[in-house]
């Protein structure tokens, strides 16, 4: 009896077992639901940092460095002495173009003593006519030779000027290129001895290729800002140092090239920002970002939902349905991690985010609702 009822229990079990439909699991997948931001447009530039003045402090004449009247790396008052180089030199010629100055001076007395002599007696046909012209000449020439004298004695004055060296801004200034007892002012020894810069503003000069120049002629805000004179530029520029830091003050165009270079394909741009603590030094590494237009709205997608095959984005649509779709998308510019979709998706349409190899079309998934970082959120 026991074995009857241990068979029967078998075979009942096999039977459920037979009849026992085999169930597929559905796969749960990422989507992110597309949306449109509204979002300003821009492009980063590389350049570099320079004073708003930075002047080259030069020795003018040669001779040896006898004084330097600065610290090196400090401010600089505009006429403040900086240099000071041997007048020994220049003051010999200073003293010899007195010499010739006197000499001239002598020459002309005698010279205007005989002309007013042989005047009257000219008129009386007392000296002969050549006389008489002789004494005009000489005269005419002693006034010459004078003012040439006087002349060089300016010039000598002039250049024993230049052996005292002042700065011609206020500013910082930097490291000198030569030390007291140095020969200076002719090569190959020193000939710039410093540099003063000014850094309540900075300046900050990139280059666009002819390619950016024209892509750029396309968003009106920019077109504008490249278009108008220097003073009436508007256009939002930020500024952004190797850390990644950004300078606290907004920017303007004041400098665009005239033509590209035919040498390197690029056009300069010239930038200011304003630099009140003069924290920015001239020679730093610079990122310009320039904004090419003012907010509008636009459909984004994270670019991990795309798949790039042969230069097409591809992507994988999720219907009401939950069944998976391909679809081509045409794209634009990308945002950090973003990219602008022009077509192939839709607002509010479900995307396939994650797990793409694991997707085929006409599969059906379980779709879990994935967020992505603000582009609008990185812009501010």
């Not at 060296?165 to 001895?193: C, M, Q, T």
Request: neutral net charge.
């Amino acid at each position: 009896m026991r074995n009857l009822l241990t068979l029967i229990l078998l075979i009942w079990v096999l039977v459920g077992c037979k009849n026992k439909q085999p169930q597929t699991e559905v796969p749960v997948i990422p989507i992110y639901t597309a949306k449109t931001e509204k979002i300003k447009f821009t492009k980063d530039f590389v350049g570099q940092t320079y004073g708003l003045y930075d002047i080259s402090i030069r020795a003018r004449v040669d001779g040896y460095l006898e004084g330097i009247h600065f610290t090196e790396g400090g401010r600089v008052k505009k006429g403040q002495l900086l240099y000071s180089i041997d007048p020994a030199p220049l003051n010999a010629k200073v003293a010899e173009a007195y010499g010739l100055v006197a000499q001239a001076q002598t020459n002309l007395v005698k010279a205007e003593s005989d002309y007013r002599r042989y005047k009257p007696l000219a008129e009386t046909n007392a000296v002969s006519q050549s006389d008489y012209d002789a004494a005009v000449a000489n005269f005419g020439a002693a006034q010459a030779s004078l003012k040439a004298a006087e002349a060089s004695l300016e010039y000598a004055k002039i250049q024993r000027s230049y052996t005292q060296i002042f700065s011609p801004i206020n500013g910082i200034i930097g490291r000198s290129e030569a030390k007291v007892g140095d020969y200076v002012g002719r090569e190959p020894n020193p000939v710039v001895l410093n540099t003063v810069s000014r850094l309540d503003s900075i300046l900050v000069r990139f280059y666009l290729t002819e390619h950016q120049y024209l892509n750029l002629s396309k968003y009106s805000k920019s077109q504008i800002a490249l278009s108008t004179p220097p003073k009436e530029r508007q256009a939002d520029i930020k500024l952004f140092f190797s850390d990644g830091s950004v300078h606290p003050e907004e920017g303007k165009f004041d400098f665009i090239g005239r033509n590209i270079d035919p040498t390197t394909g690029t056009l300069l741009v010239q930038a200011s920002f304003p630099n009140p603590h003069e924290l920015v030094r001239p020679g730093q590494f610079a990122r310009i970002r320039l904004v090419l237009s003012e907010p509008i709205e636009t459909l984004l997608l994270p670019i991990k939902c795309l798949q790039e095959v042969q230069g097409q984005y591809n992507a994988y649509v999720v219907n009401d349905q939950n069944v998976v779709e391909f679809r081509p998308v045409e794209t634009g510019e990308t945002l950090q991690d973003m990219i602008v979709i022009r077509s192939g998706i839709n607002v509010n349409e479900k995307v396939v985010m994650e797990g793409l190899s694991r997707v085929r079309t006409g599969m059906t998934i379980r779709p879990e609702e994935k967020s992505f970082k603000s582009v609008r959120n990185n812009q501010e």
